[in-house]
């Protein structure tokens, strides 16, 4: 069948089943199916419109991943002489994550019986992207952002029976019993690093939170590495002008997976800051942006309003053919089993609930009224596909958009 005919079949099926039926009749949708091989668009829809395309922004903080910071993160840029041991941050955020166990940053500060002593960045980022909510500032899922992360810029919190423990223990945690609660609650206050735990002692369950600390000044960085290292840590008032070296922490991938398959907005930030921080030693995502989309990125057919990594912000703007276009980058520029361990897949990640054939390989997206999916499609013919879907303005569960979704790419892996 060719690609004409291909079209013509796919347009019937998504008018019939598809585009005029709830969940997605009265939502903004857009839709981008393209051959690589053939240079064939399969089906387009509404795909020069622009979209909020939530966590699907994640794809594109990969490709700068991928691009600009090389086999291994960044950990600090460093100096040292017979008697000081001077370091930058470069916004790694595996320092002191719990998730990995390699540490060369931190065997560095705790074996040098040098001073060490802390070199201010250029900063121009704030704390949290454009955009932000900003009454999030208490869930797991908006941690600070700052040059140089630690424990991933939360607080982790733990309660079982009597037992209440907080990491980093820096900061202090305020347990409060109530019995009318069904549930355990933690929280921050909004403006410092107090926080709060609520309980019912009747409750026997395991409680396992996060809840993002303020990273403050330079100040409380140094607070934090003092407590971490037990060593006095000095500031840089005139850092020496010397060659600095860049101490590298761990596998990129590593970080890139989590980041694709959990959707971590942490980690999708931090890897612009990463990005800017290896290439021109300032801590900038708007630089990194602004970079790819002048070089790398010049091909995109819709310029987009590209604001941060994770999708958090509703600024962001990107059509589906857009993402069509860095998709097809990515598979041109680096090889394919790389992409396929990367990114989610039927039954793995965010995508654990669907797909379960695994003929996709997706970032998934979602927003109060946004539902966002884009990335390869195998069909049992074993024809590569890229494809964008982006949905928008939508009155009705996530759930049913995604399933709608799943029928439509499910009807093409079977028929072609």
């Not at 600070?144 to 820096?170: C, F, Q």
Request: glycine share 6%; charged share 20%; hydrophobic share 35%.
């Amino acid at each position: 069948m060719q690609a004409d005919a291909q079209s013509a079949a796919i347009k019937k099926w998504a008018d019939a089943e598809l585009l005029h039926q709830a969940p997605m009749e009265q939502a903004h949708v857009g839709i981008c199916i393209y051959e690589p091989a053939s240079g064939k668009y399969w089906y387009q829809y509404q795909d020069d419109k622009f979209f909020t395309p939530a966590s699907n922004n994640k794809i594109f903080a990969l490709y700068a991943g991928m691009k600009l910071l090389g086999d291994s993160l960044p950990g600090v840029r460093y100096y040292e002489n017979d008697t000081a041991l001077f370091v930058k941050g470069m916004g790694d955020p595996s320092f002191l994550h719990p998730d990995y166990t390699y540490q060369p940053l931190l065997q560095l500060l705790q074996q040098t019986s040098k001073n060490i002593y802390l070199v201010p960045v250029v900063n121009s980022n704030k704390r949290y992207g454009p955009g932000w909510a900003w009454g999030d500032y208490a869930d797991d899922y908006q941690p600070e952002l700052n040059e140089w992360p630690m424990y991933g810029n939360v607080a982790r919190i733990y309660h079982h029976k009597d037992t209440s423990t907080i990491v980093p223990d820096i900061y202090h945690l305020n347990v409060i019993s109530d019995d009318t609660l069904s549930s355990a609650i933690t929280d921050r206050d909004e403006r410092n690093n107090t926080f709060f735990l609520k309980y019912n002692p009747k409750d026997k369950e395991i409680t396992k939170a996060e809840v993002p600390f303020i990273t403050g000044s330079v100040q409380d960085l140094r607070e934090r590495l003092e407590d971490t290292l037990h060593k006095r840590i000095g500031f840089a008032v005139a850092p020496p002008t010397g060659t600095y070296k860049v101490l590298n922490s761990i596998p990129s991938d590593s970080l890139f997976t989590a980041m694709m398959q959990r959707s971590d907005n942490f980690f999708a930030e931090q890897t612009l800051i990463m990005s800017a921080a290896r290439s021109w030693d300032t801590i900038s995502s708007k630089r990194t942006i602004d970079y790819l989309l002048s070089n790398d990125l010049q091909s995109l057919p819709h310029p987009p309003q590209w604001v941060d990594g994770s999708g958090l912000s509703r600024y962001n703007l990107f059509t589906p053919r857009d993402f069509v276009t860095v998709l097809t980058l990515l598979k041109q520029q680096f090889p394919q089993e790389r992409l396929w361990h990367i990114l989610a897949t039927g039954g793995r990640g965010t995508l654990r609930n669907y797909y379960q054939q695994q003929f996709v390989h997706a970032k998934t997206g979602t927003l109060n009224g946004v539902v966002a999916l884009s990335g390869y499609l195998v069909t049992k013919k074993n024809k590569i596909l890229v494809f964008s879907v982006l949905v928008n303005n939508h009155h009705d569960t996530a759930t049913s958009v995604r399933r709608a979704v799943e029928r439509m790419l499910t009807m093409i892996w079977k028929d072609y």
